[in-house]
């Protein structure tokens, strides 16, 4: 397992392996949630080329 | 009247033999006492000035100045609304949580400012509540965020039933700045609800940011930890109390 150190108000100290089991599982949800969001936004960009629309004519028409 | 009150601030001449009720009208300067215990037992006694409103006193162990309004001793000047609890520096960490019993029933509401001064990247912060010292991972967080870019677009994110509330983010370079508000942590019966209204980078392009998430379980909450989604950051945080009056 990588080595983390978590920082307890001033104590800085070396991660617990549970602490270190959470961080790991952090960082992967992280990646997925990145991954969800690029996704999105390239299905909105690839809607908008279907539409023949550029994003400040799709945001006329929503205001 | 209280006993204590004066009618004239009097002038005296050179020479002049003063009375004991003179010299008893002058000694108006503040008295230091050790303690509110030394101070109790100053007044009323044989030979003593009978404790009266108006009466002031320094106290050496909380370094205060109480005035006597006829009944209690009260602070001099105005209660602050915002009470400076704790804070930290730190450099280069992933997770940075607060110590535990950070936020207790003294205050029902708490602003924390999360200043990060730097990181090793563009990354998400997670803004988790501490229950006991410990941070809560579980997916309980129901969360959003709105970021106005600098051009003016805008792109917001969010999640139900989540363990990853990142309301939060920084720009790569210039880290990001900004003021939490947690809400009722410390009521067992109630859902803790946190706020964040910072400058920096969540969902692509640098903007202002508004964040918040309730916590979907009715727990007390003693503190918050910053996880970061990907490497380090350096900066600091305060916490201040809000108070009631």
Redesign the interface.
């Known amino acids: 397992m990588a080595e983390?150190?978590?920082?307890?108000?001033?104590e800085?100290r070396d991660?617990t392996e549970e602490?270190i089991v959470?961080?790991d599982?952090?960082?992967a949800?992280?990646?997925k949630?990145?991954k969800a969001?690029a996704d999105r936004?390239k299905l909105k960009t690839a809607t908008l080329a279907k539409l023949g629309l550029t994003?400040d004519e799709v945001a006329a028409l929503l205001s | 009247m209280g006993v204590n009150a004066q009618i004239e601030v009097p002038a005296f001449t050179a020479g002049q033999i003063l009375t004991a009720a003179e010299m008893t009208q002058i000694n108006t300067g503040i008295p230091v006492f050790a303690t509110t215990v030394t101070r109790d037992a100053a007044f009323g006694g044989a030979g003593e000035k009978v404790l009266a409103e108006g009466q002031y006193a320094y106290i050496e162990s909380t370094n205060q100045t109480l005035f006597y309004d006829g009944s209690s001793w009260l602070p001099v000047g105005t209660t602050p609304g915002m009470v400076y609890i704790t804070g930290a520096p730190f450099t280069a960490q992933g997770t940075v949580s607060m110590a535990a019993g950070t936020f207790t029933t003294t205050y029902k509401n708490y602003q924390v400012e999360l200043v990060v001064t730097s990181c090793s990247a563009q990354v998400q912060i997670n803004v988790r509540v501490n229950a006991a010292g410990t941070p809560q991972t579980g997916a309980s967080y129901f969360w959003g965020t709105g970021q106005f870019n600098t051009g003016g677009a805008f792109s917001g994110t969010g999640a139900g039933s989540s363990s990853t509330p990142q309301i939060m983010g920084t720009d790569g370079t210039r880290g990001t700045m900004g003021q939490i508000n947690v809400f009722d942590p410390t009521n067992a019966s109630s859902y803790t609800h946190v706020t964040a209204g910072s400058f920096g980078n969540i969902s692509g392009g640098t903007g202002t940011i508004y964040g918040g998430y309730f916590y979907n379980a009715t727990a007390a909450h003693d503190g918050l930890t910053f996880t970061t989604s990907s490497g380090t950051i350096t900066g600091y945080y305060r916490v201040y109390g809000l108070s009631e009056s």
């Open positions: 983390y150190q978590i920082q307890i108000g001033n800085v991660m602490e959470q961080r599982k952090d960082l949800d992280s990646k949630l990145a969001q936004a994003e």
